[in-house]
């Protein structure tokens, strides 16, 4: 066996990986991607079977705890979630000073680390387990009442609060769309979507907002702190922001007319740089696990309620197109996660603004996941990359007035 320990002091090679492709930064046991073949294990069970058959709560437990919980452990994961889904009310005035254009992404990442200013750092407790315990189902209900009452603020309505008596997800879309003028009733087969969604986006190993979490846990800021952190890496279009990037796409080829035929070609244009998001995977050189699953749910729930959207229709297109070109073919780009999720979405009505953040609230139980894994780790160290340096060899000091 390679004895790490010995390896890490033996420094003076540097390597270099731009976008780390081929570097490994750690060594983990929550999540087992099979690139080439296109397979997603959680904690060794495959995405299709946890989809199928496991609510939300089930598979943040299992990531986070690394077995599937006892049915006690769920009751008693479930009633820290309903016990803790409310906000601290001077947290409210995050949502009510912020501009109305405020995009709700950065407002979930700014109240996520004030939350941890209400909040004792768990590691100064005593009874670690216990408060570590609190305060991931902490961190995970109150995550989706964030989520509903920035997207409540954006509209100028009343915030829902949370109902004791529904269950994560059903709680969520009613804080989102029940109101005093419009009574709303949750649709189970939306609830089943929801948690089929939040399931596949629970987490992705090594990906950009992950790594950030570990870059910023490995100095030991909060839990709290290296969420935000992640939540702002998951921002960025080329990660998380692609849900929103690639519905807008549909919705721009819907509204400017252009055929499929014509969005192909501009994507392939090098002059003139055109990104279909939705497509390609840094990992995935097959079709993504989680958009065969999403779009397997799209196809039944829009069959099952007779919903007729024209994106589904340009997206499907558009697929065909691509799965069937020779630029796609040769750099392995299928549609990723984030192709069909938007559409899903589309139909709950959930707004294309507020897309990156159901994508947060779905990978907070990874995040957490690695943020454990590695503070648990005796090997872990502070994460500190090299680089190699290109810029001046030493030059001899200039006074101001013989600059320029
Ligand atoms: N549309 C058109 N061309 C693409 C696309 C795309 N969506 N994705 C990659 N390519 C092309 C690149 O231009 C490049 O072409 P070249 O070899 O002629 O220069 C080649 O495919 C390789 O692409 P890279 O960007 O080098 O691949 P990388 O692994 O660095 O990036 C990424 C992966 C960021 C996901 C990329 O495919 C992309 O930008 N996709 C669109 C954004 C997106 O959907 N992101 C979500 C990813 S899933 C997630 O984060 C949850």
């Given at each position: 066996a390679i004895d790490i320990s010995?390896?890490?002091?033996?420094?003076?090679?540097?390597?270099?990986?731009?976008?780390?492709?081929?570097?490994?930064?750690?060594?983990?046991?929550?999540?087992?991607?099979?690139?080439?073949?296109?397979?997603?294990?959680?904690?060794?069970?495959?995405?299709e079977d946890l989809a199928a058959y496991t609510t939300f709560p089930e598979t943040a437990w299992l990531l986070i705890y690394g077995n599937l919980p006892t049915r006690e452990e769920l009751g008693t994961f479930r009633r820290l979630l309903t016990e803790n889904a409310l906000i601290h009310e001077?947290?409210?005035?995050?949502?009510?000073?912020?501009?109305?254009?405020?995009?709700?992404?950065?407002?979930?990442?700014?109240?996520?680390?004030?939350?941890?200013?209400?909040?004792?750092?768990?590691?100064?407790?005593?009874?670690?387990?216990?408060?570590?315990?609190?305060?991931v189902a902490s961190l995970i209900s109150k995550v989706r009442t964030i989520a509903a009452f920035s997207y409540k603020a954006s509209i100028?309505?009343?915030?829902?609060?949370p109902d004791a008596e529904k269950s994560y997800c059903s709680n969520f879309l009613n804080m989102m769309f029940s109101s005093k003028a419009k009574p709303y009733n949750v649709d189970p087969l939306f609830v089943h979507a929801l948690n089929v969604l939040l399931i596949v986006h629970a987490d992705h190993e090594q990906n950009?907002?992950?790594?950030?979490?570990?870059?910023?846990?490995?100095?030991?800021?909060?839990?709290?702190?290296?969420?935000?952190?992640?939540?702002?890496?998951?921002?960025?279009?080329?990660?998380?922001?692609?849900?929103?990037?690639?519905?807008?796409?549909?919705?721009?080829?819907h509204q400017s007319g252009l055929t499929v035929k014509q969005v192909i070609e501009k994507a392939k244009n090098k002059k003139d740089p055109f990104k279909l998001y939705g497509f390609g995977h840094r990992v995935y050189k097959n079709y993504d696990p989680r958009a065969k699953v999403l779009k397997g749910l799209v196809?039944?729930?829009?069959?099952?309620?007779?919903?007729?959207?024209?994106?589904?229709?340009?997206?499907?297109?558009?697929?065909?197109?691509?799965?069937?070109?020779?630029y796609f073919i040769e750099r392995k780009l299928y549609p990723n996660v984030d192709f069909y999720s938007g559409i899903l979405y589309?139909?709950?009505?959930?707004?294309?603004?507020?897309?990156?953040?159901?994508?947060?609230?779905?990978?907070?139980?990874?995040?957490?996941?690695?943020w454990k894994e590695m503070h648990d780790d005796?090997?872990?160290?502070?994460?500190r990359p090299r680089q190699i340096y290109t810029g001046y060899a030493e030059r001899p000091w200039l006074p101001i007035d013989n600059r320029g």
């Open positions: 010995k390896l890490r002091k033996d420094s003076g090679l540097v390597s270099l990986d731009y976008g780390y492709t081929n570097t490994g930064s750690t060594k983990s046991q929550i999540t087992f991607v099979d690139g080439e073949k296109g397979i997603l294990r959680y904690r060794g069970y495959n995405i001077n947290l409210l005035n995050f949502f009510r000073e912020m501009p109305p254009s405020a995009h709700p992404m950065g407002i979930l990442g700014a109240v996520v680390n004030a939350l941890g200013l209400f909040t004792p750092r768990f590691y100064d407790d005593e009874s670690k387990q216990d408060a570590f315990n609190l305060t100028g309505e009343p915030f829902v609060y950009c907002s992950t790594s950030t979490v570990r870059m910023v846990g490995s100095s030991q800021a909060s839990l709290y702190a290296s969420i935000c952190a992640g939540i702002c890496a998951l921002w960025g279009p080329l990660h998380g922001g692609a849900n929103q990037a690639a519905l807008e796409t549909l919705m721009n080829i196809h039944t729930i829009f069959d099952r309620e007779h919903i007729a959207d024209p994106l589904l229709d340009i997206a499907s297109e558009l697929e065909e197109a691509a799965l069937n070109d020779d589309h139909a709950m009505e959930i707004p294309t603004n507020m897309l990156t953040v159901m994508f947060a609230i779905g990978r907070l139980p990874g995040w957490i996941a690695h005796p090997l872990s160290k502070i994460n």
